[in-house]
């Protein structure tokens, strides 16, 4: 069965500082690749996926993230954060020969300092 | 365009009591899904249905049943709540077909506590 793990569960960052979360994943061929962020009392929202092609994706609200076969990764980055930035975020995975069948991670929470 | 719409937002129920969380979405997908979310633990499927009419369980199905009712709607139900089942439950939906990394769009929850 495939799992992720994101091995932080809090990050604090200053605000302008860039910021990376980290996101590993298994599952014995490439899955499909999500990261979703989940604002206070609020539903989740995709930020980018990654299926095939381009191993750099551009997300929304200006986050990107890189998937490497070889570690199994799918890390998010963004060069500058914004408080508006804090939240929680999730990695997630979709077997390629699943019926929608998506695996999360726990979740990372970002704190944003002034 | 609502997207997911979830009710109720939030409930309170004693131990063994019964309820239905009701789920919606106006986008025309095929699949739909129910996770709950606890501390630290990230979502967790509950149940889903790839198709109307299709059910399936998902990693924590114990003590939840689900009905497909249509295309639009699939509910899910508590039929004697515990303790146990105090989370906040998320409605999912996406257009799984011949593109199934298709994102799920989600409701707002609906935080559920367990007396």
């Known amino acids: 069965a495939q799992s992720v793990t994101q091995p932080d569960i809090h990050i604090t960052v200053s605000e302008g500082a860039s910021l990376e979360l980290r996101c590993n994943y298994s599952?014995?061929?490439?899955?499909?690749l999500f990261w979703y962020v989940q604002s206070p009392g609020q539903g989740l929202q995709l930020l980018l996926k990654?299926?095939?092609?381009?191993?750099l994706v551009q997300g929304i609200k200006g986050f990107e993230a890189e998937f490497k076969r070889s570690q199994s990764s799918f890390n998010l980055r963004k060069p500058s954060v914004h408080w508006s930035d804090a939240a929680e975020y999730f990695c997630?995975?979709?077997?390629?020969?699943?019926?929608?069948?998506?695996?999360f991670g726990d979740g990372t929470t970002l704190t944003v300092k002034p | 365009n609502a997207g997911v719409t979830q009710t109720p937002k939030f409930q309170v129920l004693k131990t063994g009591q019964s309820m239905t969380l009701q789920c919606a979405q106006d986008?025309?997908?095929?699949?739909m899904y129910w996770y709950r979310q606890d501390p630290g633990m990230g979502l967790r499927l509950i149940y889903y249905?790839?198709?109307?009419?299709?059910?399936d369980k998902g990693e924590v199905p114990n003590g939840y049943n689900v009905s497909r009712l249509n295309k639009r709607e699939f509910s899910l139900r508590l039929e004697s709540a515990a303790p146990s089942q105090t989370s906040v439950y998320f409605c999912?939906?996406?257009?799984?077909?011949?593109?199934?990394?298709?994102?799920?769009?989600f409701g707002p929850g609906t935080r559920l506590t367990v007396l």
């Open positions: 986008m025309n997908h095929n699949s």
């Open positions: 999912a939906s996406s257009e799984y077909g011949s593109e199934p990394y298709n994102e799920q769009f």
């Open positions: 249905s790839a198709s109307e009419g299709t059910t």
């Open positions: 997630a995975v979709l077997p390629n020969t699943n019926a929608g069948k998506s695996t």
């Open positions: 599952y014995g061929a490439t899955p499909y």
């Open positions: 990654y299926f095939s092609g381009d191993t």
